[in-house]
């Protein structure tokens, strides 16, 4: 599964793919969306990859951290 969109950044407009794709992170594996982008010469991984992942930054660190599960309840 993946489509061609484009997206505005500070540099502007670019295209990239969306897909999804098998990630490991901290010995962590989870299949999380990502996007495709030519000529980006670094790994950025969003917020939503860190919480799929359950881990968090540090703020004072700036390291990863596996967050506390807590539970929903309703």
């Known amino acids: 599964m993946f489509y ?29 969306p990502v996007m495709v982008i030519d000529g980006l010469d670094k790994v950025l991984i969003g917020q939503t990859t860190l919480e799929t992942l359950n881990l968090v930054v540090d703020p004072v660190t700036g390291r990863l951290v596996r967050k506390r599960r807590g539970a929903l309840l309703y």
């Open 4 to 32: 061609r969109d484009v997206a505005e950044t500070a540099k502007g407009e670019v295209e990239y793919i969306a897909s999804a794709a098998l990630i490991e992170v901290e010995g962590l594996r989870k299949v999380v």
